[in-house]
């Protein structure tokens, strides 16, 4: 056996021993890779698929370890981690939107010329909706999982994204859970209102609920996603309230 393939092997015993698998593949002429984990075998089949997006100069590896692999066995659903494309300093980021083309209720005052909200792989014509569309491909032919209940969720950069996919991916992606990230394209009209989750602070610096010079804010999000589904407009609340919880896990998230 080639020496090659012989480590290629190993590499993919060691990742399921780990309980999660790797895969490469190629899209639009890129090697690309994502990593997933299955429940036990008695969860059944047919089940639900949550894919979890990490932020800006993260990475599926990192994220993959600090959400764990606890909720899925025990409530029966598989995960997956897509990675965005690396840049030179060794993080991945997301091609989810460029802020350019925005009314000006979205908080936005970056430039109006690229990269805006963008970063490098944005203008290296990078198009990870593609890549999106690649994963559920694969990862249908390899699992089986249930088409219908296909969640995304991101943190900050990757929250950007599963909101673009939200627009342009509405048939295949059916919920969405963005993380202190916001959305980043000038349309969204999709055939479908995906339902969605907003999770922000108001105490974010990086991308301030408000918006500003690197972000779109937290109620244009909501607005946005408002329209798309006929709803009344948001109202930004006059008064906000803190619930105190204990801290269970400060790892920060990639």
């Known amino acids: ?6 480590a290629l092997l190993l590499t993919a015993r060691v990742a399921a021993a780990a309980g999660f698998v790797e895969v490469r593949l190629t899209v639009d002429g890129r090697e690309r890779l994502y990593q997933y984990h299955l429940p ?3 969860c059944g089949a047919n089940l639900p698929l949550v894919m979890f997006l990490h932020g800006g100069g993260g990475n599926a590896n990192g994220t993959r370890l600090n959400v764990g692999d606890e909720s899925s066995d025990r409530n029966c659903y598989i995960q997956a981690f897509p990675e965005g494309v690396r840049l030179p300093s060794g993080g991945a980021v997301w091609t ?4 350019l083309g925005l009314p000006s209720q979205s908080g936005y005052s970056g430039p109006q010329t690229p990269p805006g909200c963008a970063l490098a792989s944005e203008q290296a014509g990078v198009n990870d909706v593609r890549y999106i569309a690649a994963v559920l491909d694969d990862l249908k032919a390899r699992t089986a999982f249930d088409a219908r209940r296909v969640y995304a969720s991101g943190w900050s950069h990757g929250g950007g994204m599963t909101h673009r996919l939200s627009c342009e991916m509405p048939d295949r992606i059916t919920a969405i859970a963005p ?3 916001t959305i980043k394209v000038s349309q969204c009209t999709p055939s479908r209102a995906v339902p969605v989750i907003e999770w922000a602070s108001l105490g974010d610096t990086t991308s301030p609920f408000a918006g500003g010079s690197s972000d779109t804010s937290v109620p244009f999000s909501v607005f946005v996603h408002l329209t798309v ?4 407009p948001y109202q930004s609340p006059t008064s906000t309230f803190v619930v105190q919880s204990a801290v269970v896990d400060a790892r920060p998230i990639p």
Not at 1 to 6: G, I, S, V, W
Not at 96 to 99: E, K, Q, V
């Open 1 to 6: 056996m080639p020496r090659f393939l012989f």
């Open 179 to 181: 993380i202190e990230g």
């Open 96 to 99: 989810p939107g460029d802020c």
């Open 229 to 232: 589904s006929s709803l009344p």
């Open 40 to 42: 036990p075998a008695s």
